[in-house]
């Protein structure tokens, strides 16, 4: 018996099969095969290494003497394999299957395959064949279960199975969930292997489930109420199966604000964020919406990759179409819904897909992850222009621990902000009121160019809020542009401030008849008190007679190393710009030598740009000249 085996043979385990029980047998592997074996496993796919595992085989066998296995073939050929010219050669004149063919003509072999195609081509040709059915990958299950669900209980949210390792489960209610072993003893990779197979294959075949997501060492399968994700080498380091499952199911009456939240929601289509931590019950909130809006006769869609809310049939689940989100609000505008449940907002061009739904009258809900009920809001800033926050989202529901935990209402008003005084200073501000009481809770307004949130329930007096700091930097950087010695600034509220300067600076400050220290107040709508060093109580220079001063510690809430940038920043003609395109929307601390230099939101093209000649860019360019480190710090 002599076989010359085409990639699909060796990929399906056909050649050892076949060859085991013969006497004598001649394996003749064209290298092209090697070559694109070679190229599947570089790109990740599974069927490579199955392959590569099959031409192990054969060589076992060839050593115990019951086979021999001959390679043939341009070993030019195979390098332009190996080095990812597969496609070329197989669109060009040496077409990978007429070479394997030539090979079995010149050698006089059966060409063996299960690629029925190549089949009929080589009949055609007369050369003989053998062709053996595909193997199947997995085998769907007969009962219609999965092995995975007999980990699972009344109280089993999620089973994590991982080769070598001890099966473990995520158990218990919602906001009092355990991580803990669910079995005595690691699972080995074969069983692993059969129950990924089993997934993928079950998957395909019943109408209980689909493949979501099929790439190179990953699959996302849903299956009934269950999301399984299957990873496997090289992606992952092991095959790991999890496999997620809603514990609950809930309606809207069964939360706080229900009937308000009904009002509101009925009232007219709204653009509502559903923020919360991991595991908090957003999505289980987000079906619950979408089911009360179906039955008050709302037609209803959802937009999620990969699809796992779990809802009636009369809610038609929308995936991104051809990997885009964008395309598939496309299609919903022509289909028209009343409201669309967009699970996972997370990148800005989620947020920006939200938004133009939103602003084409379409009702949005969103799920967002966020740790407070603000944060939500603050993922829209640099994503969403600042004036047109309130048109694409009016309400944000905070999940905790599965209940509504905060329910805020977003307004717009022109009005002076909160901690400025002056009526000249007026400028449209975002209104974030709690929902229950009606009374602000937050404030977010452009001051000197950024974007500032400020907080209204009364922090610690301890505590420095952004707009403070940005007040005292402001009030400093005027300061010393006129003083010539040390400046420290103290804020004593919200419209007043001690300036404490060098005796001998004294006058320059405050300048004949105040006159100068007038026109710095009636810049900043800050009354100002000026004094020397000597007067100041804290007895500590720089530290602004708070212990919050620009070069202090204290002034920095996050000083993380793991956390910390180091960038390069770009002087042009008009501008200084700091580069930080992984962080849109993001407000920020840029220092130099870790002093503090000034807080900045990063723009939605990803920079932050200080025009020239302003007192930050001085600052700015001071320490780039002294060639000082530039870092970029997250507040």
């Known amino acids: 018996m002599k076989v010359v085996p085409d990639t699909s043979a060796v990929v399906d385990g056909r050649v050892s099969e076949r060859v085991e029980s013969a006497e004598t047998a001649t394996v003749v592997v064209p290298e092209v095969v090697v070559g694109e074996l070679e190229s599947q496993a570089n790109d990740g796919r599974e069927t490579g290494w199955d392959g590569l595992e099959e031409l192990q085989q054969l060589a076992s066998l060839a050593?115990?003497?019951?086979?021999?296995?001959?390679?043939?073939?341009?070993?030019?050929?195979?390098?332009?394999?190996?080095?990812?010219?597969?496609?070329?050669?197989?669109?060009?004149?040496?077409?990978?299957?007429?070479?394997?063919?030539?090979?079995?003509?010149?050698?006089?072999?059966?060409?063996?395959?299960?690629?029925?195609?190549?089949?009929?081509?080589?009949?055609?040709?007369?050369?003989?064949?053998?062709?053996?059915?595909?193997?199947?990958?997995?085998?769907?299950?007969?009962?219609?279960?999965?092995?995975?669900?007999?980990?699972?209980?009344?109280?089993?949210?999620?089973?994590?199975?991982?080769?070598?390792?001890?099966?473990?489960?995520?158990?218990?209610?919602?906001?009092?969930?355990?991580?803990?072993?669910?079995?005595?003893?690691?699972?080995?990779?074969?069983?692993?292997?059969?129950?990924?197979?089993?997934?993928?294959?079950?998957?395909?075949?019943?109408?209980?489930?689909?493949?979501?997501?099929?790439?190179?060492?990953?699959?996302?399968?849903?299956?009934?109420?269950?999301?399984?994700?299957?990873?496997?080498?090289?992606?992952?380091?092991?095959?790991?199966?999890?496999?997620?499952?809603?514990?609950?199911?809930?309606?809207?009456?069964?939360?706080?604000?229900?009937?308000?939240?009904?009002?509101?929601?009925?009232?007219?289509?709204?653009?509502?964020?559903?923020?919360?931590?991991?595991?908090?019950?957003?999505?289980?909130?987000?079906?619950?919406?979408?089911?009360?809006?179906?039955?008050?006769?709302?037609?209803?869609?959802?937009?999620?990759?990969?699809?796992?809310?779990?809802?009636?049939?009369?809610?038609?689940?929308?995936?991104?179409?051809?990997?885009?989100?964008?395309?598939?609000?496309?299609?919903?505008?022509?289909?028209?819904?009343?409201?669309?449940?967009?699970?996972?907002?997370?990148?800005?061009?989620?947020?920006?897909?939200?938004?133009?739904?939103?602003?084409?009258?379409?009702?949005?809900?969103?799920?967002?992850?966020?740790?407070?009920?603000?944060?939500?809001?603050?993922?829209?800033?640099?994503?969403?222009?600042?004036?047109?926050?309130?048109?694409?989202?009016?309400?944000?529901?905070?999940?905790?621990?599965?209940?509504?935990?905060?329910?805020?209402?977003?307004?717009?008003?022109?009005?002076?902000?909160?901690?400025?005084?002056a009526e000249d200073l007026a400028r449209p501000v975002i209104q974030i009121s709690d929902f229950e009481t009606d009374i602000p809770a937050y404030e977010i307004y452009t001051f000197n160019r950024q974007v500032i949130t400020v907080p209204l329930d009364g922090e610690s007096s301890n505590e420095e809020t952004g707009v403070g700091r940005l007040a005292r930097q402001e009030i400093e950087r005027e300061i010393r542009s006129i003083a010539r010695g040390h400046v420290d600034v103290e804020l004593k509220g919200q419209n007043d401030a001690i300036v404490y300067v060098e005796e001998d600076d004294i006058s320059y400050v405050i300048g004949k008849g105040g006159g100068r220290i007038a026109d710095v107040e009636d810049r900043l709508g800050i009354d100002i008190d000026v004094r020397t060093h000597e007067e100041n109580s804290s007895n500590h220079r720089g530290d602004g007679g708070s212990s919050q001063g620009t070069a202090s510690s204290d002034s920095n809430p996050r000083d993380t190393a793991d956390d910390t940038m180091t960038v390069t920043p770009e002087v042009t003609s008009r501008h200084v710009v700091v580069r930080l395109d992984e962080h849109v929307g993001e407000t920020v601390e840029i220092r130099a030598d870790n002093e503090y230099l000034f807080t900045a939101t990063v723009g939605r093209g990803g920079d932050i740009q200080v025009s020239r000649g302003s007192a930050i860019a001085d600052d700015l360019e001071t320490a780039i000249d002294r060639r000082a480190q530039i870092t970029v710090h997250p507040t």
């Open 63 to 421: 050593d115990a003497g019951n086979v021999d296995v001959q390679y043939v073939g341009d070993g030019n050929t195979q390098n332009e394999l190996t080095n990812g010219d597969a496609a070329s050669i197989r669109d060009g004149p040496a077409d990978i299957d007429a070479i394997i063919r030539d090979v079995a003509d010149v050698e006089n072999a059966t060409l063996l395959t299960s690629d029925v195609v190549q089949s009929e081509v080589a009949k055609a040709k007369g050369i003989t064949v053998e062709y053996v059915e595909p193997r199947p990958r997995g085998t769907a299950s007969t009962s219609g279960d999965l092995a995975v669900e007999d980990f699972f209980d009344e109280q089993t949210m999620s089973v994590h199975l991982k080769t070598d390792t001890i099966p473990k489960a995520k158990r218990g209610a919602i906001g009092d969930m355990h991580y803990q072993q669910i079995a005595e003893s690691p699972t080995d990779e074969p069983t692993m292997k059969q129950w990924a197979d089993d997934i993928e294959a079950t998957a395909r075949s019943s109408s209980d489930g689909f493949v979501e997501l099929s790439e190179s060492g990953m699959k996302i399968v849903q299956f009934r109420d269950y999301r399984i994700a299957v990873a496997r080498p090289p992606f992952a380091d092991g095959i790991e199966i999890t496999a997620v499952r809603p514990i609950v199911k809930t309606e809207l009456d069964d939360y706080e604000f229900a009937d308000d939240l009904r009002e509101r929601l009925e009232a007219k289509q709204r653009g509502v964020l559903i923020s919360g931590s991991p595991g908090a019950g957003k999505s289980t909130f987000a079906q619950a919406v979408a089911e009360f809006l179906t039955d008050s006769d709302y037609a209803v869609k959802t937009m999620e990759k990969p699809r796992d809310l779990q809802v009636g049939s009369d809610v038609t689940q929308y995936t991104a179409l051809g990997g885009d989100m964008a395309k598939t609000a496309d299609s919903l505008l022509l289909v028209r819904p009343d409201y669309t449940i967009y699970d996972e907002v997370r990148k800005t061009k989620d947020f920006s897909v939200f938004a133009d739904m939103r602003l084409a009258g379409v009702g949005m809900v969103g799920v967002v992850h966020a740790t407070e009920a603000i944060d939500a809001l603050q993922r829209l800033v640099g994503r969403v222009e600042l004036g047109m926050i309130p048109q694409v989202v009016d309400t944000v529901v905070y999940i905790e621990d599965g209940h509504v935990e905060t329910v805020y209402d977003v307004t717009t008003e022109v009005k002076v902000p909160e901690g400025l005084a």
